[in-house]
Structures are given as C-alpha cells and as structure tokens.
C-alpha cells in the first residue's frame, strides 16, 4: 500500500472510514471463527478448548452487563 502508517492507523480509528469499517470486520470475522474452532474442539473433548470456551461465555456475559 502507498500511505504512511501513521495515516493508515488514524483511517482505520475514524469511525466514517471505509477502511475502519474493513478492519473490523475483519477482526470480528477472524475472532467469529477462532471461537467456531474452539467449540469444534471442546465438542470433540479437548480439555483446554471447553476451558477457553467457558472463559469466553463468561466475557460475553460480562460485557452484557455492562
């Protein structure tokens, strides 16, 4: 890309940016599957993922409540 970091970051913190729009999105896309992952392997019984996953319901909860 031909824009200056510094540029690229204060886009990207603009909430009327298209790119800012595109990064999110992006982020909660990759954070919506790594939980699909994690799921997939507490299903399958792996210890740590049901863990992981517990600790994830229990933010979710959290942040409704705020």
């Given at each position: ?11 990207i ?16 896309t ?5 939980r699909?992952?994690e ?28």
């Amino acid at each position: 890309m031909d824009i200056n970091e510094d540029d690229l970051r204060e886009e990207i913190l603009k909430p009327s940016s298209k790119l800012h729009r595109a990064y999110y999105l992006g982020m909660a896309t990759v954070k919506q599957q790594h939980r699909k992952n994690e799921l997939d392997l507490a299903a399958a019984g792996s210890p740590q993922a049901v863990q992981r996953t517990h600790e994830y319901l229990n933010q979710m909860l959290e942040e409704i409540r705020v």
